[in-house]
């Protein structure tokens, strides 16, 4: 039986080391055919965002050792579905240049220090690239590229960082550059609650834009983040930007497990009569027309034994919902729990997560609030109507 890979979201370490895969390659076709030059994916936490990326790298990164010898990643994707759609999309492979950039990190109480996790996170892809400096013709190019290695830029070198980078990597190997950028709006969302909102709004306005709006050494960039940061904020005047949210029927079934794949799961596992209590408990979401489950919960719940749980719910914070119901007006809130607001018949179906720092009897007790009567009786994920 092969291992469930809990907290494991790095394509490659999964694939080596077989642990299962729910195979998402399709998500790289899809990727191909809309060609999109800047998509950005809004999904909940914990439905395999980052690890989504990780696999986009390995399938198009031209992949080099420190010695700049190719790296041939094609042994990762062996029997997955993306290797049967055909040389079109296969002929990509190994293809270009990658930056990955991940913004988790700079989840920091204040700009100075969020400023240095993000630095360390630029540094480390710089490093990552390292083959090149041999290959960097220009001394100030050369200069530039080893104070960002060494953490010793200005803070206006890390402005158009990536654009600097991207051009380099153009230079160096003669391709477009492929973008990744995992958590985008954490430094923001934090920035929000800890005060110092427009100051990281306006390092990451210059960060992106510069990369994405008009970087001729761009082939093509991916982001994704949990929330929808206003396009004005950070992406002004992108309007190569493809916004795609759970409203979208567009790569709905790419994030999160179809029916048909937690069928499979359960068959793998010899669990097929869990079939109903898995469907009861993780069976809460609708991107676009597809049935989605909670990926993190279902395999927890395998892991663990088939005990039903709300694994979710504690995976982090909701603070911004929070914030937001607490503005909400009477009329707002009446709405919510009606199912007027999000068009759903079903009022127990139209309901939000209970944050980990909330009982049901304070729930309960509080002014304007309806716990579902699935809730009460401790059915799955724990929801509330509104609060």
């Known amino acids: 039986m092969r291992p469930l890979p809990i907290g494991v979201d790095d394509f490659k370490k999964i694939r ?31 439905f395999g965002k980052t690890l989504g ?3 986009l790298k390995y399938f198009f990164e031209r992949t080099c050792d420190q010695n700049g010898c190719r790296i041939d990643n094609r042994y990762l994707f062996e ?12 002929a990509h492979m190994g293809q270009y240049p990658v930056i990955s950039l991940s913004l988790k990190s700079a989840k920091q109480p204040d700009f100075d220090k969020a400023f240095v996790m993000i630095k360390r996170q630029i540094a480390d892809e710089f490093r990552r690239h390292r083959f090149v400096i041999d290959s960097i013709m220009d001394e100030g190019d050369r200069a530039r590229y080893l104070s960002i290695i060494n953490e010793t830029g200005e803070e206006g070198q890390y402005l158009d960082a990536l654009t600097f ?5 153009k230079e160096t190997s003669g391709k477009p550059v492929i973008i990744l950028i995992d958590e985008y709006d954490v430094p923001l969302e934090n920035a929000h609650f800890r005060g110092f909102y427009e100051q990281m709004t306006d390092f990451i306005r210059s960060l992106f834009e510069s990369a994405m709006k008009t970087n001729p050494n761009l082939e093509f960039a991916v982001v ?4 929808r940061i206003s396009k004005e904020s950070i992406f002004t005047g992108l309007n190569n930007l493809d916004m795609i949210s759970i409203l979208d029927q567009t790569y709905a079934e790419h994030f999160g497990f179809t029916q048909p794949e937690v069928e499979s799961l359960l068959s793998d596992y010899g669990i097929t009569e869990k079939r109903e209590e898995v469907k009861r408990w993780y069976d809460g979401y609708l991107f676009g027309a597809e049935e989605i489950y909670n990926p993190w919960s279902v395999v927890n719940y395998i892991a663990q034994g088939c005990i039903p749980k709300a694994y979710w719910v ?11 119901l607490k503005a909400a007006t009477e009329d707002v809130i009446e709405k919510l729990y009606a199912g007027r607001a999000s068009g759903c018949e079903n009022r127990s179906k139209c309901s939000l997560p209970v944050s980990a720092g909330r009982t049901l009897q304070y729930l309960q007790s509080a002014s304007g609030c309806w716990i579902s009567e699935n809730t009460k009786k401790g059915v799955a994920d724990r929801r509330i109507v509104s609060v």
Do not use: H, Q, W
């Not at 080596?16 to 936490?45: A, H, Q, T, W």
């Not at 029997?79 to 296969?90: F, Q, R, S």
């Not at 980078?165 to 990597?169: A, D, F, P």
């Open 224 to 227: 994704t983040g949990c929330l």
């Open 79 to 90: 029997n997955l579905k993306i290797m049967e759609a055909g040389k079109t999309y296969t």
């Open 314 to 324: 504690n995976t982090g914070k909701n603070e911004i919902l929070e914030e937001v």
């Open 16 to 46: 080596e080391n077989g642990y299962y895969y729910v195979d998402k390659s399709l998500f790289i076709k899809e990727l191909i055919d809309n060609r999109s030059e800047v998509s950005l994916f809004m999904r909940p936490r914990r």
């Open 165 to 169: 980078l991207s051009r380099i990597l």
């Open 53 to 55: 990326l990780s696999m």
